[in-house]
Structure formats: structure tokens, C-alpha cells
């Protein structure tokens, strides 16, 4: 399956205002909200409904008891050219509601009207207490076979493709909330294998605020806005938030990676996921080991500045579903390795003085390797996001054969939680037969009627043992690939509400990861910390987790102390003698650019030359050119996807200058508040530079795009090069993209 080139997957030509051809070689940038291309009329000639978008996919088509209907996707949408009621009849009119007469009042008999709204009053369902904003995709996982030693797990032996569907999301936030706050992502995985559902239900952190999940109402309850007013909506800079973690001391740990970089992700394509939990897996020969899951992302994982965070909240608050559906449109399919950790199955469940039931530690990965076990890729978007991503049923609880849960507190109460929350949710226990819901194997569960029950089931006897219905449905055994509940032996001992003596622990892995971070890194984990407990209105809550800092470290506590103008304390407990992990590190290595946005800007009334080459060789290279002009159209034969007063720097993974274009004539604060203090350049194009050079984006110019570096101040700093001419230019670029960005721009503070 190609995965890189978005030419590939979109349309061979980019049409002009005119109409014409433009560049029958060069594929259309993403973003086209519909199939078809709309007519500046209004059409009146009927006409079936349009097919999907390419990139779109749904649901399989099977029956609720899993049959194969053979009927293609589009049969689940609206069929024929006519508007009609939820029963079929057609409609002459849908505008005007039924009156006596055209002043008159409307009448209680039209039935159209009390359709239409009634079930417009019913369009929403409760949203998801935690994850409710999110963004789902469609894909394939091909399995590479390694798993096969530690797991009968049908979908994991060599070559098995499964259709999966992601679910990403925030955790705090409202639906309505931005995508990119300072949380935590979900990152679920509805794997549909032929013998059931499997429901990975991970994050992008490996660690969790909480041990045990009685303690879970606690952590929302702190972390969601404030009772009384409903603020801050979708962020942890708050009074309730650090009153819990700071007293609680388990949370230390996942609120540091709160508080790195991974707290504000670049992309959902640029994120990691973790299993959070230990499982155990089970062989063909009864034979288990403990295991953890990790997703690897294949452009590696990378962050936002808090600035590029700040300005997106505001001018595209859906910047990372955007840009995961972009990306499939594109053809760049966003891709991850899964992978496992695997450890003895002994008595203790420890791994190098590790107890594997602890929601809130992780294993570095230098004392156990990720071993890799498959490739995700994620090549189809919605087609109704209500129908798939907001219906979509998760739970922990929907486990293939080989794979079983184990003892971890945290995911025995998830097992209870999940079935509840979509009983509410979705308004009944038949659930799984909604279709995005729907398991990809034949299904015989004797469960019947209750809400929204699809199925129409035949039979007498729903009940085991029977004869009426000859005895089905029978038992499977191992032969069958039944599901294994693996014996394992459970210790005697009294009922108690404890933790086990090795959760005491709340410091050491805190103190690891700090440790482990690079010097920018460890900047920006001070500044988030400044940030938010600046953002409390109780000193006595700040004074509170700055003595939990001092007990991670005492630079971050001192940093962080000076920030707030208090004292830094110090620590109560022996500070941990710890080992770094380099693989918690984001920066140091190199990655594809398979997807980045190319930021082009042009000066119609200078010189083109080279542009049309470059964006011909960002597209070659798997990347996404939008061309920036002071007004939408076409320039030079191209079309240009963004103008001054759209275009912002946070789009951009790069950019790039071919001109130096004079300030345009909306170029004026009245009109738009970035145009500045006029200059010989629009002024826009400055802040455009400014604002990359600030996050440490890779910067090129060549012809008059120079003048541009020298206006803006930035000419031969760090990763700002210049060329003779674009193809030049962008190849310095590129290079310079592998790291994702130039932070030699800006020297840390801190070692």
C-alpha cells in the first residue's frame, strides 16, 4: 500500500477560476469540502446523491448478527433524487410550514412540521463525560506475524489484515472545545477481528493520574472546570486541578507529562499511544507473559510551541482533525507501528523492580525493547461523523482470543465503566449494532429485545441448554478459537482497601523523566509548570506542588519557584538515583516528511521563476505546497490556497519566499489587526516570518524572498538559509525538516 505520495491519491489536475486546466501533472492541495465542485447556481435538475469524497469510507455493510449483505457502502446513506419524509413519501415543499391560509396560523395536522422538528430536538445525544472532542479515521492493521510466540491471537499471525477504526481525542474538554489545550489524547483502536471486537483503549501518555479507578471521578471532578462558573473550559490551569495532583502524589507523574511537550501534540500523525495497562497474553500452548502496548508514529513524535497553541485556539480551533483528514485526503496516510513490551508472567508481576500493575509507572525502554508486532495505516475518513466518530462504543472488555486483562485496579474498574457510560450514551444495551459498532464476525449471544434491537432474531429458545432450536448456539473449544479466560491462581488473602507497598512510590519516575528530557525540553516543562500554577488564585496551592516539585528536582523547583516570586523548598524525600531513557525524548533524531505543509509565498507582480518547480517537487516529495498571495485565485497559472489575511504560521511546517510583495491594498490594522506598521513588505509576510523564525521553523528564501529575511531581522540566523533559486531552497529546507525544528535557534536555560 503506497503511504507517501499524496499524488497518488487525489486528482490530476488543479482547476482555475476559469475553469481550465492549470497543471494536469500537479494533484489538488486537501480540504475540498464536497465530491463535486458546487455551481454558482442553484441546480434544479434532479439527480441521485453524490457519491463520497475518495478519501471517505464507512462502516461494513453486514447485518446485525454479522452476515454479509454484499451491498456496497453507499447503501447505508440517502437513496434517490427526491426530498422525502422518514418514511419515504415524497415532499412538494419543505419551507413553509402548513397554515390557514398565508397569515394564518399553522396547523396542528402537519405532520412534515412536527417531523422535522421532533427529531431535530433529538439530534444530540449525551456527549462522553471525558474524550468527548475527537476525530476519527478508518484504516487497515497488517500484522507482521512476530507476536505469534506469546499470543494465539488470530489477527496477529503473519500477513492478517484487519480493518481497525481510530478514535483520537482530548480528554477535559467539552465537543465544543479546542483541539490543541495543554491534555492528555486518547487514542482507541476498534480492531475488527474475525473472531470479535478488539477494543485497544489507550493514550498518548504511558502513565495515568490514578491507581485505582475508584479514585477516577476524583481526577475529572478536579481537572474539569469550575462547578460554580463552568471555567476554564479544557485545561488544568486551575485552582481544583493542582489542589488534587498536589495532594494526591500518584498524579505527579502523568501530570509531568502533562506538562512537557507531549501535553500539546503537533499532530494527531506525530503522537504516540500506549495500552497505559499491563495485559497478559496467552500462545497457542497455554504458555503467557505480561505485555504493554505502544503505537509508534512513523513521522515521529513532535509538538507544538505553547505559542503556535495559543494562536490556533483561535484562528483554527479544529487544526489537528483538520490535519489528520487532510492527510488522508492527501494520500499521506498517517501510520504507526504497534508494538510490545513483554515481560516473565511471575508471581510478583515486577520487571526491573517495576510492579507492572501500576497504572502510573512505566518500563524504560532500555531495560525492555518495544518489539514491533504491526503497521497501522489510517487511509479513509468518516463519511458521517455523528454515525461513526461520536458513535463509536469502546471497551476495555472486548478482548480476542490470547489477549486477557490482569489485575491492574485501574483497569478492573474501566471494565465496569465502559458498558455503563454506553448505556447512557447511546441509549440501550444494543449498542454494538449500531454500525460503526458492528463486530466483523458472525454473532450468536442469545441477548435479546431492549432498545433500539436491530436484529430480528428467529428462534424459540434463547437460552441454553435447549432442544426447540436444535441445541444452538453450542460452545466453542479451543478448536473454535474460543475466547481464553486464563486460571491464573489468586492469592488468599483478606478483603482490604489498600494498595500494594510498591504504589508508595510517587517520586522516582517523575525524577526519570525530567531526567530524560533535553535541555529544551526541560524549558518548556518549566514554563507550562510557571504557567498554570500562576494561573491559581491559592498561594497555599502553589507552595503545595512546588514541595512536590522539589522532591522530582531541585532545578525544576527553583525555576519554577523563581517564575512564581516564592521561595523554592526543599525536598522531604531522598531524591531518586535514576538512569535516563532516551526513547522519552523528543528531540535528537530525524523523521519523513511525508504530509508537512509548505508554506509558498509568491509576489504576482515579480518574479516566478521556480515556484511552479518547487511545488511540483513539495508534492514529489510527499509534502503539501499552499501557495500564499495577497488575494485568492490564480497566480502565474497556479492557484493559491492561502492569502495574507488567511494564512498564519501556525499552518506551516516551513516556508518558504519567492518574492517580497508590497503591502497590499487591505494591508491596513481597520481591515486586519496583523497588518502592522506598513513597510516596503506587506507587513503580514513579516509576521508570517517572524512568527516561524519564533517557533523555530526551518525558513528559505531565494530572488527577492531575501529581502524578506533581511526585513524581518532574521538573515543568517540558525536554520534560515538562502539559494539561488527554489529548488535549492527548498532541498536546505528539507533537510533542515527532518529534525522537525531548529532549536539551536534558541539556546536553553537549563542543562
Known amino acids: 500500500m503506497e503511504t507517501s505520495k499524496p499524488a497518488k491519491a487525489v486528482k490530476n489536475a488543479v482547476k482555475t477560476a476559469s475553469g481550465k486546466i492549470a497543471d494536469a501533472l500537479t494533484p489538488d492541495v486537501p480540504g475540498a469540502p464536497g465530491s463535486a465542485p458546487p455551481s454558482v447556481e442553484e441546480p434544479t435538475t434532479p439527480h441521485d446523491p453524490l457519491p463520497p469524497k475518495p478519501a471517505q469510507g464507512a462502516p461494513q455493510t453486514g447485518t446485525p448478527t454479522g452476515a454479509e449483505t454484499g451491498v456496497p457502502a453507499t447503501a447505508k446513506g440517502q437513496q434517490g433524487a427526491y426530498l422525502t419524509t422518514a418514511n419515504g413519501a415524497r415532499l412538494r415543499d419543505t419551507d413553509h ?14 405532520h412534515h412540521l412536527r417531523e422535522k422538528i421532533t427529531h431535530f430536538d433529538h439530534e444530540r445525544i449525551p456527549e462522553r463525560v471525558v474524550h468527548a472532542r475527537g476525530a476519527g ?48 489524547r486518547g487514542f482507541a483502536t476498534k480492531f475488527y477481528t474475525d473472531e470479535g471486537t478488539f477494543d485497544l483503549v489507550g493514550n498518548n501518555m504511558p502513565v495515568f493520574f490514578i491507581q485505582d479507578a475508584i479514585k477516577f471521578p476524583d481526577i475529572i471532578h478536579a481537572g474539569k472546570p469550575h462547578p460554580d462558573r463552568e471555567i476554564p473550559q479544557a485545561q488544568s490551569a486551575h485552582d481544583t486541578f493542582w489542589d488534587f495532583v498536589s495532594l494526591h502524589t500518584e498524579a505527579q507523574h502523568h501530570t509531568i507529562w502533562n506538562m512537557s511537550d507531549r501535553g500539546i501534540p503537533r499532530s494527531y500523525r506525530t503522537m504516540e499511544g500506549f495500552g497505559v495497562h499491563t495485559f497478559r497474553l496467552v500462545n497457542e500452548a497455554g504458555e503467557t507473559v505480561l505485555a504493554k502496548f505502544h503505537w509508534k508514529p512513523k513521522l515521529g513524535v513532535h509538538s507544538l510551541t505553547w505559542e503556535e497553541a495559543q494562536l490556533l485556539g483561535g484562528m483554527d480551533p479544529d487544526f489537528h482533525r483538520r490535519d489528520l483528514y487532510d492527510a488522508i485526503e492527501a494520500g499521506a496516510y498517517p501510520e504507526w507501528e504497534l508494538g510490545i513490551q513483554v515481560f516473565p508472567d511471575t508471581p510478583e508481576e515486577t520487571f526491573a523492580g517495576v510492579d507492572l500493575l501500576d497504572p502510573t509507572k512505566i518500563v524504560p525502554e532500555e531495560l525492555a525493547e518495544v518489539q514491533p ?38 483497569l478492573q474498574g474501566r471494565l465496569f465503566s ?6 447512557t450514551r447511546l ?28 436484529a430480528v432474531h428467529a428462534g424459540v429458545a434463547p437460552y441454553r441448554p435447549n432442544s426447540l432450536d436444535g441445541g444452538n448456539p453450542f460452545p466453542a473449544g479451543d478448536a473454535e478459537h474460543a475466547f481464553v479466560d486464563v486460571p491464573v491462581t489468586v492469592a488468599q488473602a483478606p478483603k482490604v482497601r489498600a494498595n500494594p507497598a510498591s504504589f508508595d512510590d510517587h517520586y522516582s519516575q517523575v525524577r526519570l523523566f ?21 494561573k491559581c488564585y491559592h498561594q497555599a496551592i502553589k507552595e503545595r506542588q512546588l514541595q512536590c516539585l522539589a522532591n522530582i528536582d531541585p532545578v525544576l523547583c527553583e525555576q519554577v519557584a523563581t517564575g512564581l516570586g516564592l521561595p523554592a523548598p526543599q525536598p522531604t524525600e531522598p531524591l531518586a538515583d535514576v538512569t535516563p531513557s532516551p526513547a522519552l525524548s523528543q528531540v535528537g533524531r530525524e523523521w519523513p516528511s511525508d504530509g508537512r505543509m509548505v508554506g509558498i509565498v509568491v509576489d504576482p507582480d515579480g518574479d516566478l521563476d521556480g515556484v511552479d518547480e518547487v511545488r511540483r517537487a513539495v508534492f514529489a516529495a510527499g509534502m503539501v505546497p499552499l501557495l500564499i498571495a495577497p488575494h485568492a485565485g490564480v497566480v502565474g497559472g497556479m492557484p493559491v490556497q492561502r492569502t495574507f489575511a488567511t494564512g498564519r504560521s501556525v499552518e506551516f511546517d516551513a516556508v518558504l519566499l519567492a518574492g517580497a510583495p508590497a503591502p497590499a491594498p487591505d494591508a491596513v490594522p481597520a481591515r486586519d489587526a496583523t497588518a502592522g506598521t506598513p513597510a516596503t513588505v506587506d507587513p503580514r509576510v513579516l509576521l508570517l516570518v517572524e512568527e516561524s523564525w519564533r517557533h ?24 534560515v538559509v538562502t539559494a539561488g533559486s527554489g529548488p535549492e531552497a527548498l532541498a536546505a529546507v528539507q533537510q533542515l525538516m527532518a529534525a522537525h525544528r531548529v532549536w539551536e535557534r534558541f539556546p536553553a536555560t537549563v542543562a
Open 137 to 184: 479515521a478508518h484504516g487497515v492493521f497488517t500484522a507482521y506475524g512476530t507476536a505469534e510466540a506469546v499470543t494465539r491471537a488470530g489477527f496477529l499471525k503473519k500477513g492478517r489484515e484487519t480493518d481497525v477504526f481510530v478514535r483520537f481525542s482530548t480528554v477535559l474538554g467539552s465537543r465544543g472545545s479546542a483541539d490543541t489545550v495543554r491534555d492528555t
Open 418 to 423: 465502559y458498558v455503563d457510560t454506553q448505556l
Open 696 to 719: 523555530a521553523k526551518a525558513v528559505g528564501a531565494w530572488g527577492a524572498g531575501v529581502t524578506v529575511l533581511e526585513q524581518a531581522g532574521v538573515a543568517g540566523t540558525p536554520g
Open 427 to 454: 441509549g440501550g444495551p444494543n449498542f454494538t449494532q449500531i454500525p460503526i459498532n458492528r463486530p466483523h464476525a458472525a454473532v450468536n449471544d442469545m441477548l435479546r429485545d431492549g432498545f433500539h434491537q436491530h
Open 373 to 410: 508486532i504491526g503497521r497501522l495505516v489510517l487511509n479513509r475518513t468518516p463519511t458521517n461523523f455523528f454515525a461513526e466518530t461520536e458513535q463509536v462504543a469502546f471497551h476495555l472488555g472486548h478482548l480476542p482470543q490470547g489477549i486477557d486483562v490482569t489485575n491492574d485496579p485501574l
Open 97 to 110: 410550514s402548513l397554515k390557514a391560509g398565508p397569515r394564518g396560523p399553522v396547523l396542528l395536522q402537519d
Open 514 to 534: 525530567w531526567s530524560s528530557m533535553s535541555p529544551v525540553e526541560k524549558d518548556h516543562i518549566i514554563r507550562a509548570y510557571t504557567f498554570e500554577l500562576g
